[in-house]
């Protein structure tokens, strides 16, 4: 069964809509932890948008379980994840204009440079995953890069509409994470799953953690947070 890491992105979405204090991702994180997170991630995007610099500091010094740190593959966000040390990284795509993650990295056309930053950090201690679509080019190309990990985009299978449609892209998936498997790759994925359709992703087998961040956040609004941690483990181990 696959452990589950909570993004707290959203956390800071709500405090940097009015540039004030509160509500902090820090203080959340401690109640995710509480409730039976196994692991805390968090974006700290170019534009600052909602994590800054700051929470990933003190979440570094607080947080008990792991710090998965997404970031781009660029040599400011290298820079802070050095001397940051998040017990991994994952190193996903960014457009400045996208109101959250659009699609995987594209390892494949990007080797050079991926394979690069996967050295630096690595090389550092920094276990390194590349958040990806589920096709064979891209696992390939991310074994290539040498990174330890993959984390398979869920936005697909999410979105999809009707019920072959979905079955279609957990076949997907599921192909994907035998694929990754063999090429000595260890398996995440994430992107846009909910309560209401993780337990299809929860039963694929290779898969060791699922990082969930908007559909809890968004149902803590209503419920608290560790109810709506809680429930998301539930539905995890249901499925």
């Known amino acids: 069964m696959p452990t589950l890491g909570v993004n707290i992105d959203h956390i800071a979405t709500v405090r940097q809509a009015r540039r004030?204090?509160?509500?902090?991702?820090v203080a959340a994180a401690v109640l995710v932890e509480l409730a039976g997170a196994d692991g805390i991630t968090a974006h700290l995007r170019e534009d600052r948008r909602h994590i800054q610099d700051r929470d990933v500091e003190i979440l570094r010094r607080t947080v008990r379980t792991h710090l998965n740190l997404e970031m781009a593959a660029t040599a400011e966000m290298v820079k802070i994840a050095l001397a940051v040390r998040p017990d991994y990284v994952t190193l996903v795509p960014e457009r400045r204009e996208e109101v959250t993650t659009e699609g995987g990295l594209d390892?494949?056309?990007q080797l050079v440079a991926i394979g690069l930053v996967v050295e630096q950090l690595q090389?550092?201690?920094?276990?390194?995953?590349?958040?990806?679509?589920?096709q064979p080019a891209q696992l390939q190309a991310s074994a290539r890069s040498g990174a330890k990990f993959v984390e398979l985009h869920t936005g697909r299978y999410a979105e999809s509409q009707g019920e072959?449609?979905?079955a279609a892209q957990l076949r997907q998936l599921a192909a994907a994470c035998e694929e990754a498997q063999a090429l000595g790759l260890r398996v995440n994925a994430g992107h846009g799953l909910t309560y209401w359709n993780v337990g299809p992703v929860a039963r694929l087998s290779g898969i060791e953690e699922l990082n969930i961040g908007h559909s809890i956040i968004a149902r803590a609004v209503l419920v608290g947070l560790e109810r709506a941690v809680r429930e998301m483990k539930q539905a995890i181990e249901a499925g």
Do not use: H, K, N, Y
């Open 20 to 25: 004030t204090v509160e509500p902090d991702p």
């Open 164 to 166: 072959a449609g979905r």
């Open 123 to 134: 090389g550092a201690g920094i276990p390194v995953s590349l958040f990806v679509d589920p």
């Open 107 to 109: 390892v494949e056309g």
